[in-house]
């Protein structure tokens, strides 16, 4: 195991609603980043925080937003769900100084009907 | 942006023969490719890493070779087991700046090892 939690595990949403997905890590890793899988397609990155300011997004509306806490806790937000939005939502931490090394979280499984 | 291209999709071999799974990028800047392998309702798990100063790397029966020139990686995986059937995937990403840890995979290889 990673130490990397996040909640819910599972969650279904309808078109139009707004979620919250959680992560958190046992230990301090100052950057943590979120990506959006899609069934049978690889993780793409949404964006990711640095020290609690958003350091860099992929190619991702404004509705998805995100935070991150003094603990190094993060959420990630989405407005607006659409159907497409249907997907496995992956953090992943790291620490800038000491590689780019990811671990990973178990996710959490969006359906959006 | 980066682009990272994924081959085959699918890979069926007989325990005990070699895989390799290939991949090219785009973006010439990119100096860190991991590979991760994902188990069916599971988390990528890291199984090797490589950096753009170093050639291969090997860990056991996992090897990755690198060719900075031609901008593509690949992985090895010898004599395998019914246990290394799973999702593999490649990625790239830049060191340093604000492109520190931003991976970009490709589509993955469903790997299935035959008993």
């Known amino acids: 195991e990673t130490g990397v939690t996040q909640s819910p595990t599972h969650l279904i949403k309808t078109r139009g609603q707004q979620v919250t997905l959680r992560c958190s890590s046992q230990?301090?890793?100052?950057?943590v980043s979120w990506y959006q899988q899609a069934l049978g397609q690889g993780p793409q990155f949404i964006f990711q925080?640095?020290?609690?300011?958003?350091?860099g997004r992929g190619n991702f509306p404004p509705r998805f937003s995100g935070l991150q806490f003094p603990n190094y806790s993060s959420e990630l937000n989405v407005n607006a769900l659409e159907l497409d939005d249907s997907a496995l939502y992956l953090c992943?931490?790291?620490?800038?100084?000491?590689?780019?090394?990811?671990?990973f979280g178990p996710g959490t499984r969006l359906l959006v009907l | 942006g980066e682009n990272v291209e994924q081959h085959p999709s699918t890979l069926s071999v007989q325990e005990g023969d070699s895989a390799v799974i290939k991949c090219t990028y785009s973006?010439?800047?990119?100096?860190?490719f991991p590979w991760y392998k994902q188990e069916l309702g599971k988390r990528p798990q890291l199984i090797i890493d490589?950096?753009?100063?170093?050639g291969e790397k090997k860990d056991q029966r996992i090897a990755v070779t690198l060719n900075k020139t031609a901008k593509h990686f690949s992985l090895h995986i010898t004599e395998t087991q019914p246990e290394d059937s799973a999702v593999y995937f490649c990625?790239?990403?830049?060191?340093?700046?604000?492109?520190?840890?931003?991976?970009?995979f490709g589509q993955g290889t469903i790997l299935t090892v035959h008993p």
């Open positions: 925080y640095y020290r609690e300011e958003e350091n």
């Open positions: 990625a790239a990403s830049r060191r340093g700046g604000t492109s520190y840890g931003k991976l970009t």
């Open positions: 490589i950096r753009s100063n170093v």
């Open positions: 973006d010439s800047a990119s100096n860190y």
């Open positions: 230990s301090g890793h100052n950057t």
């Open positions: 992943a931490r790291s620490f800038q100084g000491l590689g780019e090394t990811q671990d």
